[in-house]
């Protein structure tokens, strides 16, 4: 198959003047035109470094602005959904995602769902199957076995990557943090989303050591943000932190040289109030970073084009910027990189997810008659501006 686009998006920059020819997927040759192009821009498809389909029922339907209390009444809200609503929003979800090019998830899920909606959406990536033990903290066990039984019924829908995965740090009790961290599998987990974390740690006191001492659940050991990680064995490759919006300099060293990597929401971060993600600093230090869509409660919209503005903004206004080519990273080969999956020769990450000759990345046109390089991309990408490029 000859796909002679007007442009096609390189590493993140908009290159003119070639064409590419794909046999069973493979793109077995990038080269220059051989005739007229077709009106379109030719990209790899998008990677949503973290996701909850399941929440997507509740757009707009929970209020923003303070963190805690949205959590609060997002918990309250989830219980009154029933299996069938869980599922008919998952799929959805997932169809939302494939509209606005999305081909590879980092999809966290507590309910059941987010399985048979990727299959059905022909999405691929890793179902974090949530562990939250707060409130069984003393005696996890019986949960943890319904837990387990959640990820084999997601696995029997037809989906294999799925994993037994901590939601947050503060969610679960610290012997099962250690046993998910010693096993040494891909994790991704919330971290420093808000100050309440360090709070917690270093001045317990906040929202969530006033959480802890209403329902009796023990302070953790440590004292730091990255000594809870280390004393959890999730201080190593194959962890992803999503949000770290409060992570100081210091912390970002050692997170890359942990090889750790970060999925950035923008959009959701905004949303609940939190810090601005020292985005910058992050990429600058070497660690990869995906942008996640998050969810649509607090991040509205499936759409990687109003995310990607999203970073482009919050960088600018930080005084800090990210230039389009990096955002555009973002959403493709760094994504893919941040969302820890086993790979090869235990690394963790897909990796190669990019066009290039041998690369067998799933395409998408965009269709952008005005674009001009990848800012202008950014400025007018909308989820019906895509459409699949079927190879296989
Ligand atoms: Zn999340």
């Known amino acids: 198959m000859l796909l002679r686009p007007q442009g096609i998006m390189i590493d993140g920059h908009l290159e003119w003047g070639l064409e590419v020819f794909i046999v ?8 220059p035109h051989t005739g007229l192009p077709d009106d379109y821009i030719l990209s790899p498809a998008f990677v949503n470094a973290h996701s909850h389909f399941e929440y997507r029922g509740l757009q707009g339907q929970v209020p923003v602005g303070d963190y805690w209390a949205w959590l609060r009444n997002l918990t309250e809200l989830k219980q009154a959904l029933s299996a069938e609503e869980v599922l008919r929003d998952c799929l ?61 019924q997601a696995q029997a829908s037809g989906f294999e990557s799925v994993v037994l995965n901590p939601h ?36 317990r006191s906040g929202p969530l050591a006033a959480f802890f001492r209403e329902n009796e659940v023990p302070f953790p050991r440590s004292e730091s943000m990255l000594g809870w990680l280390q004393d959890s064995g999730l201080l190593r490759p194959g962890v992803q932190l999503v949000h770290a919006c409060d992570v100081t ?3 970002i060293e050692v997170m890359a040289a942990s090889g750790l990597t ?11 109030g939190c810090p601005a993600a020292p985005v910058f600093e992050i990429v600058r230090a070497g660690i990869a970073v995906g942008l996640g869509l998050d969810s649509a409660v607090s991040s509205g919209p499936i759409d990687m084009f109003a995310e990607m503005r999203a970073a482009r903004a919050v960088s600018l206004e930080r005084g800090r910027p990210l230039s389009a080519e990096q955002i555009y990273r973002m959403a493709t080969r760094w994504g893919a990189e941040s969302v820890p999956v086993l ?3 235990g690394t963790f990450g897909r990796l190669g997810w990019e066009i290039f000759e041998g690369s067998t990345v799933p395409l998408i046109k965009l269709h952008l008659p005005n674009a001009t390089d990848t800012d202008s991309v950014l400025d007018q990408g909308t989820p019906a501006c895509v459409e699949w490029v079927a190879v296989r």
Do not use: Y
């Open 24 to 31: 069973d997927g493979e793109i077995v040759e990038l080269r």
């Open 92 to 152: 959805q979800a997932a169809e939302e995602n494939r509209r606005t090019g999305v081909a590879w998830v980092g999809e966290h899920s507590d309910r059941l769902g987010s399985a048979p909606a990727m299959v059905q959406h022909q999405l691929e990536g890793v179902i974090f199957q949530e562990v939250i033990t707060f409130f069984e903290h003393d005696d996890p066990g019986a949960k943890l076995d319904s837990i387990r039984a959640r990820a084999e």
């Open 168 to 203: 947050a740090l503060f969610t679960v009790d610290p012997k099962t943090l250690e046993q998910i961290g010693q096993s040494h599998g891909p994790v991704s987990l919330h971290f420093a989303e808000t100050r309440f974390e360090r709070d917690l740690l270093e001045a």
């Open 249 to 251: 300099e210091d912390e």
């Open 262 to 272: 970060v999925a950035h929401c923008p959009r959701s971060n905004q949303a609940l």
């Open 343 to 345: 790979g090869p020769a």
